[in-house]
């Protein structure tokens, strides 16, 4: 639904380009005011890489709702060649405006964040760890969050990585840029046999029809810095997907015979959505509770095809390091 309603407003964006640029521009109905503006975005995409306008078009439609570019009145917005272009009423303009300066002042040096992912085998860490924690509020059951000043957390994160049952996810630290996400992955696929297909020229007349399933964690961080640098906004997402067993079902062979084994997967899936907003001189910690671990080991093991379900307490750590501070 949400990149539907994407290509939607972009569809729209393109139709009101062409009446704006056009001699057409008068009949652009205005009737709650709108304006058009057009916003310089070449910093940003020069640092960020080509393409990039659509991670500001998607922080404007976050923040301002989606229903703000679908109602009766005509809206638009689109990106594209280091520009954004908007057609909207003056409020909506202002935060539209807001936004693109936190993208592109000081692009040229911009924010990094450093995210890490660890798994432990219960959240017995916290015992230890809760004193130095300020929690702040989450949307997701299961879910807590928590900052503390930068100059406590390494000690911290220090003694949750030095554990017994500590795994750090295989990709290790992941280096985020202001306004870009960052992603950190860990799975494997697992194969089955799902059903037979018809094989009527060879013996014994059909063949196992193969599936897999993506076992899987996917973690995405978008952090964005206020225009003074003193707060951090950031979008944060959540995939897991975990075989719990592979019911056994017997299937009829279509030339008689013995019957033919096949396998439906049970599947255990975690999806998460919060919003974050959190002091830059502060690093932020995310537990998300007893899930499942779907990641393999680093020592080349090659996993069996069910293993026993693993959960743990997963525990994402991300620390602010703005440009110009130490």
């Known amino acids: ?6 290509h ?14 056009g001699p057409l521009a008068a009949q652009i109905p205005s009737d709650v005011g709108q304006v058009w503006k057009t916003y310089d975005l070449q910093p940003f995409v020069t640092a960020a890489g080509p393409d990039s306008e659509k991670h500001v078009v998607d922080w404007i439609l976050q923040e301002t ?59 017995a860490w916290r015992t230890e760890a809760r004193p130095s924690l300020q929690p702040i509020s989450t949307a997701t059951p299961g879910v807590q969050a928590w900052i503390l000043p930068r100059e406590n957390a390494a000690a911290v994160v220090a003694r949750l990585r ?48 193969r ?5 899987g964690l996917a973690i995405e961080f978008q952090p964005l810095v ?45 999806r998460i959505g919060e919003r974050f907003r959190w002091p830059a001189t502060h690093t932020l910690v995310v537990a998300l509770g007893l899930v499942p671990w779907p990641v393999p080991v680093q020592n080349g093991i090659v996993a069996a095809l069910i293993p026993d379900l693993e959960r743990r307490d997963v525990v994402v750590v991300v620390e602010p390091r703005l440009s110009g501070s130490q």
């Open 65 to 123: 709702g989606y229903p703000t570019w679908h109602g009766r009145s005509p809206a638009s917005l689109s990106a594209g060649d280091g520009k954004l272009s908007c057609f909207h009423t003056p409020d909506v303009q202002a935060l539209v405006s807001d936004i693109v300066t936190r993208f592109v002042e000081e692009a040229e040096k911009p924010h990094r964040f450093t995210v890490r992912v660890l798994g432990l085998d219960g959240p």
């Open 1 to 6: 639904m949400m990149r539907s309603r994407r």
């Open 211 to 215: 599936a897999a399933c993506d076992e």
């Open 8 to 21: 939607a407003a972009l569809s729209l964006a393109l139709g009101i380009t062409l009446l704006a640029g």
């Open 162 to 209: 030095s554990r017994s049952d500590a795994t750090e996810l295989p990709t290790g630290p992941v280096q985020a840029g202001n306004g870009l996400p960052a992603v950190l992955t860990g799975g494997r696929k697992q194969e089955y046999v799902q059903d037979y297909a018809l094989l009527p020229n060879a013996w014994p007349g059909w063949q196992p029809q």
């Open 226 to 270: 206020s225009g003074d640098g003193t707060v951090v906004d950031a979008v944060f997402k959540c995939r897991i997907d975990q075989i719990e067993r592979m019911a056994q079902v017997s299937l009829p062979a279509p030339a008689g015979g013995p019957p033919v084994a096949a396998q439906v997967p049970q599947v255990a899936a975690v």
